[in-house]
């Protein structure tokens, strides 16, 4: 998994769930956990920050 493909995917929908965007790209919480927090992104009032 890239980091371009989960940006992209935030870009479309920045309100997706952990489990949605695990479903997507087809890998586990903790590969998506480390991306989001490699790219210093948090969820904050149902979206990504």
């Known amino acids: 998994m890239e980091n ?3 940006k992209a995917l935030l870009n479309e ?3 997706q ?3 949605e965007l ?3 790209l087809g890998v586990n919480e903790s590969t998506v ?3 989001l927090k490699a ?3 948090i969820q ?3 979206k990504w920050l």
């Open 33 to 35: 956990s480390r991306h």
């Open 13 to 15: 929908n920045s309100s």
């Open 4 to 6: 371009d493909e989960l």
């Open 17 to 19: 769930t952990l489990k």
């Open 44 to 46: 904050k009032e149902e």
């Open 39 to 41: 790219m210093k992104k």
């Open 22 to 24: 695990t479903g997507q």
